[in-house]
T-cell receptor, first 113, second 119 residues
Framework: EAQVTQNPRYLITVTGKKLTVTCSQNMNHEYMSWYRQDPGLGLRQIYYSMNVEVTDKGDVPEGYKVSRKEKRNFPLILESPSPNQTSLYFC????????????FGPGTRLTVL | AQTVTQSQPEMSVQEAETVTLSCTYDTSESNYYLFWYKQPPSRQMILVIRQEAYKQQNATENRFSVNFQKAAKSFSLKISDSQLGDTAMYFCAFMYPGGTIQGAQKLVFGQGTRLTINP
């Protein structure tokens, strides 16, 4: 079964405490990306990756880091979280073809106090 | 800049009625794809329907169909015989070649329309 998993699903933390949200897929897809969802703004892309060690900024990359050391994993790192990073985060993946369906993870609700 | 606009923040209809959600987009690209995603209270993002810009025929998936007007840059979603399970947030999205990495595709979302189906 095609699957994108994210952990944790819920996280409450404090300002400045480093955290990592993991994303893993079992479809051998090259393309992975991170989005944040905020009310009235829809989903906005944070970072994306075309393959191992190939990453690039999306539309709202400030305050985030990513790495792609393995094809199946694409963790999102917040080195020093701030309250404005309180949001719902989604990992997504799809194959190389632009006609491939994009699969989304279940989402991670992050609250930064 | 590529943008997607959903002008209806909220909509509400009675069960079994037909409802149309609006979406407009702005682009100079000629090769792109359009999507409607459904997000129920579980927050899972579910693909409802997709449309390739080069296809003139409107896409249809069971009770869901689109009205794709390329010249007007409009991509509305029609839900026929609406059901209680259709209650969700609906996002219009637009995929186009973009980013600094060759071959990258960018996906841009609208603000969303919260649809409520009343019994």
């Amino acid at each position: 079964e095609a699957q994108v998993t994210q952990n944790p699903r819920y996280l409450i933390t404090v300002t400045g405490k480093k955290l990592t949200v993991t994303c893993s897929q079992n479809m051998n897809h090259e393309y992975m990306s991170w989005y944040r969802q905020d009310p009235g703004l829809g989903l906005r892309q944070i970072y994306y990756s075309m393959n191992v060690e190939v990453t690039d900024k999306g539309d709202v990359p400030e305050g985030y880091k990513v790495s792609r050391k393995e094809k199946r994993n694409f963790p999102l790192i917040l080195e020093s979280p701030s309250p404005n990073q309180t949001s719902l985060y989604f990992c997504a993946t799809h194959g190389q073809s632009s006609t491939d369906t994009q699969y989304f993870g279940p989402g991670t609700r992050l609250t930064v106090l | 800049a590529q943008t997607v606009t959903q002008s209806q923040p909220e909509m509400s209809v009675q069960e079994a009625e037909t409802v149309t959600l609006s979406c407009t987009y702005d682009t100079s690209e000629s090769n792109y794809y359009l999507f409607w995603y459904k997000q129920p209270p579980s927050r899972q993002m579910i693909l409802v329907i997709r449309q390739e810009a080069y296809k003139q025929q409107n896409a249809t998936e069971n009770r869901f169909s689109v009205n794709f007007q390329k010249a007007a840059k409009s991509f509305s979603l029609k839900i026929s015989d609406s059901q209680l399970g259709d209650t969700a947030m609906y996002f219009c999205a637009f995929m186009y070649p973009g980013g600094t990495i060759q071959g990258a595709q960018k996906l841009v979302f609208g603000q969303g329309t919260r649809l409520t189906i009343n019994p």
